[in-house]
């Protein structure tokens, strides 16, 4: 691991293997070790390049709400390119990583080779799920970590009926950041709407691969659906769920495996 400066922040970036690099940003409450794990069927042909977006695991924590801002953090990603002297690279984002990716990609076109977007969350209307997103942020702040991954275990098994592994994923996950700063995050990036009108995103004119998958209000198929129609050269993939996802991170790698090889 090595630290990146950026916007009198450190970003904590890994790089691993050989090859054309992969930049990818994680999503929201997530960190590097699962982007590292989602993209293990690349890392035999990519050099790949995780990082711990703002306010994120070993990044540094916030709790101004205003420095969980997308068009700083597309600039974060600027910063690790820059600090590993990469001119262009395959460029990722899953979730607010998405966001982060393809705000990059309009504002440094000529630096992204490929462009790759797991289940996009934001765009010009705001996000369905919001309400509930926020108000796990307050949650978290009121109960403290301990009691608050207690409350979310009970109702991701009883009502939501996910299985003891899914439920084990989150937690860790969720236990790998500063509370008060991943509340700030859960309290302020629901509310983005970074694309003020989905047709700017017809000026990325590099291949654009999308995943996405059904039944998710925070990460809308029909944003999916949407951004992929208006990519002048996208491929839109689907997986089954997101607990699926985190039974088995690696099916977003061979997903994008598959786009990368021209499959």
């Known amino acids: 691991m090595r630290y990146v400066e950026s916007d009198g922040l450190k970003i904590a970036v890994e790089v691993l293997g050989d090859g ?6 994680h999503g929201l409450g997530g960190n590097r070790h699962i982007t590292r794990r989602e993209l293990a069927p690349l890392a035999d042909h990519y050099q790949i390049i995780t990082y711990d977006q703002r306010g994120h695991s070993d990044s540094t924590p916030i709790t101004d709400p205003s420095l969980y801002d997308p068009q700083r953090m597309a600039d974060d990603l600027r910063a690790v390119l820059d600090d590993l002297k990469i001119e262009r690279a ?10 982060t990716s393809l705000l990059f990609a309009l504002k440094h076109p000529q630096r992204v ?7 996009p969350a934001f765009g010009q209307s705001a996000n369905p799920d919001r309400e509930r997103l926020k108000g796990l942020g307050d949650s978290l702040n009121q109960l403290g970590l301990e009691k608050f991954l207690a409350a979310a275990a009970e109702r991701q098994r009883t009502e939501l009926k996910w299985t003891p592994d899914v439920i084990d994923f989150a937690a860790k996950m969720f236990s ?11 309290k ?6 970074p694309l003020p009108d989905l047709s700017i995103v017809s000026q990325v004119t590099c291949p654009v691969c999308i995943v996405a998958w059904e039944a998710d209000l925070l990460h809308p198929s029909e944003l999916a659906r949407d951004l992929a129609t208006r ?6 993939k689907w997986m089954p769920t997101l607990p699926a996802l985190f039974q088995d991170p690696t099916q977003v790698g061979r997903l994008y495996k598959e786009f990368l090889e021209g499959r």
Do not use: C, Y
Request: charged share 10%; no cysteine.
């Open 176 to 186: 790998a950041h500063q509370p008060a700063s991943l509340a700030t995050a859960w």
């Open 113 to 119: 080779e490929k462009l790759l977007l797991t289940a």
């Open 188 to 193: 302020t990036v629901p509310d983005w709407r």
């Open 90 to 99: 395959i460029i990722g984002g899953e979730s607010m990583g998405s966001t």
């Open 20 to 25: 054309a690099p992969l930049v990818f940003a």
């Open 231 to 236: 990519f002048p050269n996208a491929q839109l």
